[in-house]
């Protein structure tokens, strides 16, 4: 049996070595070209992943800062109509006590003229 599994031993050995051996340098020269492609895909595939990464992050920030900015103008809507509704009042008040003077300071002339008249009626004869 040691006799025949040498020879045939010999033979896978020929036929697996040989054609390994044989190989010329295209097929050498192609096989480091296919590593430096899959080399080139890899990093390729992780600067992609990177950038997804990235814009998954920028996209989350980019929401926050809408919320952010809808909520700042939310509060800047609600102090801006307080403002108005406090101008709006004051400048009732000022209308009211500036309606009330001239109502006031017309009810004075109306009296002083009505005195002066009478008083005119009075003293008429000694003029």
Known sequence: MKRILFP?????????VIPVL???NNTTKLIEEN???????ANQTKLINE?????????EQINEYRQLLAKIMEEESKRAKESYIQAAAKKEKIG???FG??????IFSLAILGFLKSAERR?????
């Open 22 to 24: 044989a190989q010329d």
């Open 96 to 98: 009211k006590i500036i």
């Open 123 to 127: 003293y008429k004869h000694y003029v």
């Open 8 to 16: 045939i031993t010999l033979l896978i050995m020929i036929i697996i």
């Open 101 to 106: 003077a001239l109502t006031v300071s017309g």
């Open 51 to 59: 950038l997804k990464a990235e814009n998954e992050f920028l996209r």
């Open 35 to 41: 590593r430096e492609l899959k080399a080139k895909l």
